[in-house]
């Protein structure tokens, strides 16, 4: 009976809430007059468990040296909104970027439904929009997945993640 206790002790002090995420970077928003200053991509992992989130990642063909790095929280998937943490960043064009840091309860709840994004900025990329701020790269943190190629249809339904949280 005591062998089968201390395993069982074990499984009841993982956090419940321990998670694994990822992030594709890429250049955001592009219009006519950024596409010359904003390029480059990179990808970033997480993981949560339960109080604190570590992230690594790497980025790749800045056009002009990275100069700091972010996650914010949107008020919806794909909206961008306020700066929450800071992440370390390479000062280069290409580098990595990593944090180890507690999370509020309401920042847990957004990395759960999908509203964090990481924003990487740079020397040559403009200083803002009127409706938020013009990062070099920006990547939304989502549940982590299989990443398939190139025009090959992504299955299952990570892309949104709200669909698997039941209460918010």
């Known amino acids: 009976m005591l062998r089968l206790a201390i395993p069982l002790l074990a499984l009841l002090t993982v956090p419940a809430l321990a ?64 700066q929450v943490l800071d992440l370390d960043v390479s000062k280069s064009t290409n580098g990595t970027i990593s944090a180890s840091t507690p999370l509020t309860s309401a920042q847990a709840a957004a990395l759960r439904t999908g509203r964090l994004y990481i924003q990487i900025n740079s020397e040559k990329a403009p200083p803002g929009y009127e409706w938020g701020p013009k990062g070099t790269l920006w990547g939304w943190i989502f549940p982590a997945h299989e990443t398939v190629g190139q025009d090959v249809p992504q299955q299952d339904h990570w892309f949104i993640p709200q669909l698997d949280t039941p209460s918010r």
């Open 19 to 82: 998670a694994d995420y990822q992030a594709n970077l890429g250049p955001m928003p592009l219009d006519d007059e950024t596409k010359a200053v904003i390029a480059g991509r990179g990808e970033a992992t997480a993981s949560y468990d339960g109080k604190i989130l570590t992230l690594k990642g790497s980025f790749r063909g800045l056009p002009s040296n990275a100069t700091e790095a972010h996650i914010f929280l949107g008020p919806a998937i794909g909206v961008p909104g306020k």
